[in-house]
C-alpha cells in the first residue's frame, strides 16, 4: 500500500511463536482476530474503506494453516459460549446481566468461524484478492532466526517463502529486531519489496545502512495506560518515531516516512465498569460490555479530533502513525475490534482521508496471558485507583493540545515535553509495578498524583524551574487528592 495511492494505513502484526499447544494462542486468536476480521468483512459490506495493511508472520501462516489448530478455536468458543448460558440460566442477577450479552457474542463468533470452513486465513486471501487490503510479512527474530543473528539471504528465504506460498509475492515488509546485513536489502528487492515498516525502537543499529534519515521532532501521545513497554518517545529528532514508513521506490533523502508517533494502548485497562457478583468459587468479575463499547469508540473519536487538530499547526507532519494495542491480558477482552470499527467508520466523514497519509499501526497480539495471581493483584490495585483514568486522561490531552499550540514558544514547548514525558513514564512504570510486582495503589496514586500535580501547573501557566519546585507542593501535602485542580478545568 504505498501512500500515492491511498491516504489511510493500518496495520496489524501478528507476531505468534511456533507453538501450536499454547492456550494463549488460541485464546488470542479467538478474543481478538477473528473478531478483527468479523469488523472488518462487516465495514467491506456496509462500504467502509479498510485501507487495511496486515503483517503476518511465518509462525502465525503455519499455525493459522493448521485444521487442529483452527478446531481448538472452535472447541474454545463453544466451551465459552457454554459456560455464559449455564450463568444466564442459573447465576446470580448481576452476572445474568451481562452472561446473556457473552453468550451471544461467542455463538456469533463460531458462526463466524464455521462461515470460514476453518479456514482462518481466508478473510485475509479474499480481502487481498479484493485488493481492499494489503497482506505482508513480519519478518523478526521470532520468524527469521535466532536473536542478534544476521538477516541474510537463507535465513530470509524460508519465512519469504512460506508467505508467498499463502498469499503470493509481497508488496511490502514489516522489519524488527535482527540485524540488518547487504543482503537484507538485496533480499527484499530480489522478491519485489516495494516498501517497508522498519521498528526503530526494536533495531537500535536500523541507522546503519538502511537508506533512512532522522525523522523531524515530534510528539508521543497517551490518553491511556501503557503496561506493557516503555513509551517510545523522544523529541531529539533521532528517536521518533518508533516506526518508519519507507517507499523504497523514493530516494533515500526523500523522507517518506512518519514523523509522529500517536500511541493507544490497553483499552481493556481503561475505567471499565464491572459486575460482580459471588459464585461457589469465589468473586467473579465481568467487564461491562455497554461501558467497553461506549469507551471504545470515546477514544476512537478522541483521536480523529486530535489528530483534525493536529494538522492545524505549524509543525504540521508528513505522516501520522497510530498505534493501538491489540491483546487479551487474563480478561475478557472486547474492546478492540470496537475500536478500530469506530475509528475505519468515522474516519471518511472525519476528513482524515483527505488530509494527509494516516497509517494506523496495530501490534496484535504482543503478550502472553498474566497469571492467575497477578491478573488479581492487578484487578484489586486497579479498583482503588479507578478514580485516577479521567484525570489522567483529560490532563494528557490538555498538553498535547498546548504543546501544538506553542509551536512559537520553544522553549514552553520543552517545558511542556519534559512534564508530558514524566507523565506518561511514571503512569507506565506505575501500572508496570501493580501489574508485576502487585504494589498497593495508595503509592502507585502518590507517584502519578505528583506528576498530575506538576502538569496542572504547568497547564495554568506557573513556571516550573526544577523538579524539586515541581513537586514541593504536593509532596507537603495530600490536600490535591480528589481531583479539584485539574478537573475543574476540563471542558472549560
Known sequence: MRSGSQTFGLLLVANLPLDPNAEWLVRCTAESFLPTMDVLMNCQRDGVPTPLTLAVSAGAIELWSRPEFSKAVGTYLEDRARSYAEAWQQGPTPLRLVAGWYEQRYRHLLSFLDSLGGDLLGPLRVMKKQNT?????????????????????????????????????????????????????????????????????????????????????????LPIHEVSEQPIWDTATNMLPSLCYRDRGAAPDAGSMSSTLLLASQLHHTALAYHQSR????????????????????????????????????????????????????????????????FLRNAPAAGLQQTLPLRVLSRFPALPLIDEHQTNELRNNWRQTQWLDARLDSCTAQLVTAWHREAKDPERRVALTQVLRELTSANHETYRTMLVQGVGAEHAGDQIQGHLSAAERLLSGRKVSSDGARYAAYWGSKSEWGGSGLLSRVGS
Open 133 to 221: 487490503i494489503d497482506v505482508i510479512p513480519a519478518l523478526n527474530d521470532l520468524a527469521v532466526g535466532p536473536a542478534g543473528a544476521p538477516w541474510t539471504a537463507a535465513a530470509l528465504g524460508s519465512p519469504i517463502g512460506r508467505f508467498t506460498d499463502a498469499f503470493g509475492a509481497p508488496k511490502g515488509a514489516w522489519l524488527s529486531g535482527g540485524r540488518f546485513s547487504p543482503e537484507t536489502d538485496q533480499v527484499l528487492d530480489a522478491h519485489g519489496v516495494r516498501y517497508t515498516f522498519r521498528d526503530q525502537a526494536a533495531n537500535p543499529n536500523l541507522g546503519g545502512g538502511s537508506r533512512l534519515r532522522a525523522s523531524r521532532s515530534g510528539i508521543a501521545y
Open 279 to 342: 459464585t461457589e468459587g469465589g468473586e467473579r468479575e465481568l467487564y461491562d460490555p455497554m461501558a467497553a463499547k461506549l469507551l471504545a469508540r470515546r477514544h476512537a473519536a478522541h483521536f480523529a479530533q486530535f489528530i483534525r487538530d493536529s494538522q492545524t499547526s505549524d509543525d504540521r507532519c508528513d505522516h501520522l502513525t497510530v498505534s493501538v494495542r491489540l491483546e487479551s491480558l487474563g480478561a475478557v477482552w472486547v474492546e478492540g475490534p470496537w475500536f478500530l470499527e469506530s
